[in-house]
């Protein structure tokens, strides 16, 4: 264990030094047992606050993960069905014609429904009702089912709100995801709206380096400049109190990786199962459309399979990072990621705060670091 986490150490004080990161978190499992734990660099330059263990960061899209689970544990549960249409938990969502569109849509970035509503506002952001009321008001992009469009922000209240309405006890979503996620993992640090007392831990991010999309690409449609995933507005204290499933989680390392964990190691960790090893199996299974480019993710061919989560081990970032297209894993905006391969039982969450887009394998901080734990093992 000492081995992996030295080397481990030594690589992330090497790309802070080389202002490849600014401040950076890992954290590993190996089956059972947490075998890295490691962080360098600054949480504030500024005022010159450092990193530490308990340093939190926006982590993005990663958070569609711990999303995405929550939805496989109600389905679990007997509470919702993958193949129906998300009206028959959601009746107004079947408004401008798309009663069709069922669960499995949703989960696979194959709904259509990908646009943000063109009047949102942080504010307006941050207030639940008002977004699944204008989401359910409004048509989709495409026919359910015909093409991958990554719902880059609408995925978390699409899930979110089927999550809430068939939750015997109607939980808010994120205080569902406190419950019967973060907290029976022992992952104190899993937010999806932080409280008060935990701001303080927050790293601040630098987003001098991350790629902003132009005005007229179909990206502005799902992630609107308005609220786009950059320090602002993202750093704003009433979005960080906020629920934003799909990229407003605010993580550290330890706590992620524990998330991550469960799934290397078919559902359960330590004693604690959420899903079934079965169920942890299938969803390494392609969506449909799985093969074509996605005009919202910039014309890529995006490795997502049905459940929602990407599959690792692409020629390029931003998935590269596993080395296993077997790998169950979910890039965010700005180069966080976290990963579970179960083939290897290896699990990985690697937080920080320089946001970048890498153009290569070559130099993308997030493969480096995976080559470097799977070397040492």
Request: a negative charge.
């Amino acid at each position: 264990m000492s081995t992996v986490n030295e080397a481990v150490q030594h690589t992330l004080d090497r790309l802070v030094a080389e202002g490849a990161e600014i401040g950076v978190q890992v954290c590993a499992w190996l089956g059972q047992q947490q075998i890295v734990d490691c962080w360098s660099g600054m949480a504030d330059v500024v005022v010159g606050r450092e990193v530490d263990g308990d340093t939190l960061f926006n982590v993005f899209s990663v958070s569609k993960a711990v999303t995405a689970v929550a939805m496989h544990m109600q389905v679990e549960r007997g509470l919702v069905d993958y193949d129906a249409p998300v009206a028959s938990y959601w009746p107004e969502f079947a408004q401008a014609g798309k009663a069709d569109v069922t669960v499995r849509h949703v989960l696979s970035h194959v709904s259509g429904v990908l646009r943000m509503p063109p009047d949102v506002t942080p504010e307006l952001m941050t207030n639940w009702d008002w977004m699944c009321r204008r989401i359910a008001e409004m048509d989709a992009s495409f026919p359910a089912g015909t093409r991958s469009s990554y719902q880059s922000m609408t995925f978390g209240w699409l899930i979110g709100e089927v999550v809430r309405r068939t939750d015997p006890q109607r939980r808010p979503f994120g205080q569902f995801v406190k419950d019967e996620i973060a907290d029976p993992l022992g992952a104190s640090d899993l937010w999806l709206g932080i409280p008060d007392l935990v701001e303080p831990r927050i790293a601040k991010l630098d987003g001098s380096a991350a790629y902003v999309a132009p005005s007229d690409h179909p990206m502005r449609q799902a992630q609107p400049l308005t609220v786009d995933l950059m320090p602002d507005p993202f750093e704003r204290p009433y979005i960080r109190r906020a629920c934003i499933p799909a990229v407003g989680g605010i993580f550290n390392a330890r706590s992620e990786a524990r998330f991550w964990a469960m799934l290397a190691n078919g559902g359960e960790l330590n004693g604690v199962r959420l899903l079934s090893a079965q169920r942890i199996e299938s969803f390494r299974e392609l969506r449909v459309h799985h093969d074509a480019p996605d005009p919202v993710f910039f014309g890529m061919i995006v490795p997502i399979a049905w459940s929602g989560f990407w599959l690792g081990g692409a020629a390029a970032p931003p998935s590269s990072a596993p080395r296993n297209m077997r790998a169950l894993c979910h890039p965010g905006m700005g180069g966080s990621i976290g990963w579970a391969d179960p083939d290897l039982k290896l699990a990985v969450a690697i937080c920080h705060n320089r946001m970048f887009d890498a153009p290569d394998i070559a130099h993308d901080s997030r493969t480096i670091i995976g080559d470097v734990i799977r070397g040492a093992l």
